[in-house]
């Protein structure tokens, strides 16, 4: 079962892994990395690998100056580029906690510039700090799996009560491969079901009502496959009367168990008297269990059946709609799009840290100072006034909006920084 899920289709390794509590392959690149810089930092003082992490880290400055806010293409292939960000990611992590962050205070972006500037020096990375660089990465791996499992949580909880009984009888009655891989997936949620890249959607892809794109919807509720659903259902029905079983009427207002029945999950007898209980859901019944078995099986096989053959074509068409896409949906499918690019960690860390910039107005303040100056020490004065006076209007529309003019700080700070 286990294996079938895994098998799902574009169901990122990313989340697999860390659902499974496994470190994803980029933790363990970026763990590399921070032991790297740790271990080059410990080479002898004026060592020629000290001294050419600080030539990168100048180059790479160099590079975002120059570049501005485009997405430094030229930039991200330098060493500095990602390991920067993954030390962001650590300072995030670590969340002001002093156990994770190195020794003496301060973030670990800080710290590793400082400790690349001193190459000269005679410069050892202390224990404290090699320990809380560690405790830094485990908290970036157990957040990154916190994400991926939250986001699971909401394609699994639409579908929790099928899975309370851990049982297998429906998957062995009706052998039918691939309608007994759908009602596995099924128990995985919509995101097993119909794909990762497509669990996302806010809205049902048929009957358009947002929110509902969930699997009860879609197999219990959706006006749009009303007929195929309520025909399917009657035949299975006439099947168990047809059989002398006790099945109840009223198949539409009964949806949620007919739902239930369609999975492969359990009902109750007075529902439809096959011993599908929660407690004893098939061949655990009261009566002998040969028997039951003898007289049971056939008749749910042959409703599983019926009920198998709306549900493949369900999910089958509901697939290729969502793979056709629409705009309106605000969703297109990209065609040959690299799956993973878009569920990697380092695309969501960034956006987030982007989204945290946009509200922290003083952090920003703080970059545009620092771009100035590197500006102006590399002879770039046109570059640091463009900087400073973006920062300036900055100021000023923020203070208008607060209602605190405060010209003179501006006229100050001009005169001393350029
Ligand atoms: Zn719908």
């Known amino acids: 079962m286990l294996r079938m899920a895994l098998q799902a289709p574009n169901t990122p390794l990313v989340a697999l892994r860390s659902i499974l509590g496994i470190p994803t392959l980029q933790t363990r690149f970026d763990c590399d990395r921070v032991r790297l810089l740790l271990s080059i930092i410990n080479t002898p003082q004026g060592s020629y690998v000290r001294q050419q992490l600080c ?36 300072d995030v992590a670590a969340a002001g906690d002093q156990s994770a962050l190195p020794a003496g205070g301060g973030s670990w972006v800080d710290w590793a510039r400082l ?16 320990a809380a660089s560690r405790v830094a990465m485990l908290r970036v791996e157990a957040r ?23 049982n297998l009888a429906p998957f062995v009655v009706d052998p039918k491969r691939d309608v007994t891989q759908l009602r596995i997936q099924l128990r995985g949620g919509r995101r097993t079901l119909f794909g990762h890249r497509h669990f996302h959607l806010d809205r049902c892809p048929w009957c358009t009502e947002q929110g509902m794109f969930t699997v009860p919807h879609l197999v219990r509720d959706c006006v749009i496959w009303e007929e195929e659903r309520l025909e399917a259902w009657e035949k299975a ?44 859901h098939f061949a655990r019944g009261t009566a002998p269990a040969t ?13 599983l059946g019926i009920t198998g053959v709306f549900l493949r074509v369900l999910v089958s068409k509901t697939r290729e709609l969502l793979e056709a896409g629409n705009p309106a949906w605000g969703y297109t499918p990209e065609v040959n799009a690299r799956r993973v690019a878009a569920d990697n960690h380092a695309a969501w860390e960034l956006e987030e ?40 209007q900055d100021l000023e529309d923020a203070g208008e909006e607060e209602g605190t003019e405060e010209p003179a700080v501006e006229e100050d700070s001009e005169d001393g920084s350029v």
Not at 120 to 125: H, I, K, N, S
Not at 353 to 376: H, S, Y
């Open 144 to 166: 990154r799996r916190a994400r991926e499992i939250q986001r699971c949580v909401a394609s699994l909880g639409e579908v929790s009560e099928l899975v309370d009984t851990p």
């Open 115 to 130: 400790v690349a500037a001193q190459w000269a020096g005679e410069l050892r990375v202390s224990k404290e700090t090699a």
């Open 237 to 280: 029905r006439a099947v168990a009367v047809a059989a002398g079983v006790d099945v109840a009427p009223h198949v539409a207002v009964l949806r949620h168990y007919w739902y239930h029945f369609t999975c492969g999950a359990a009902v109750p007898g007075e529902f439809l008297d096959l011993d599908l209980d929660r407690p004893t």
């Open 55 to 90: 030539d990168e880290l100048e180059l790479y400055d160099g590079i975002v100056v120059a570049e501005g806010d485009e997405r430094l293409p030229a930039a991200s292939g330098l060493w500095w580029h990602r390991t920067l960000q993954v030390l962001a990611v650590m």
């Open 353 to 392: 840290a982007r989204a945290g910039e946009e509200d922290g107005g003083g952090d920003r303040l703080e970059r545009a100072l620092r771009e100035a100056a590197t500006a102006m020490e590399t002879g770039d004065e046109a570059r640091a006034r463009a900087v400073l006076r973006q920062v300036f």
């Open 291 to 303: 028997r039951h078995l003898r007289l049971a099986l056939p008749v749910y096989q042959r409703m």
